[in-house]
C-alpha cells in the first residue's frame, strides 16, 4: 500500500478552510480518483498544550502502488491542485510513504 499525505503549514497569515476542504476538495478527490483511491483519511492540527501545531491539516490518500499513484496524478493533478486556493493559501509539503503496518 502507498500512502500520499499533503500537509498543510501552520504559521503566522496561513489559513485553512477545513469544511470546504471536507465537503468540496475531498469530493473532488474521490470522484476524480475513483477506484484508483482504495482510502483518504484528514487530521486536523490541534498541537500540544501551549504550542501550535506544526500543520494545520494532513491529508492522506492511499493507493495500490506507486504506479496507481502516478496515474492518478498525472491525469487529475492539474484539477486538485487548481482547487487549493480555495481552502487554504499555505503551501503544501508532500510525502510518499511505503505503508507498513
Known sequence: MIKISVMYPG???RT????????THIALVR????????????????GIPGSPAPYLAIGHLLFDSVEDLQAALATHGPALMAD????TNSQSAIQVSEVKL
Do not use: Q, T
Open 11 to 13: 504559521g503566522e497569515g
Open 16 to 23: 485553512f478552510d477545513m469544511a470546504y476542504y471536507l465537503e
Open 31 to 46: 470522484r476524480l480518483l475513483g477506484a484508483r483511491l482504495k482510502g483518504v483519511s484528514v487530521d486536523r492540527g490541534i
Open 84 to 87: 487549493i486556493p480555495n481552502y
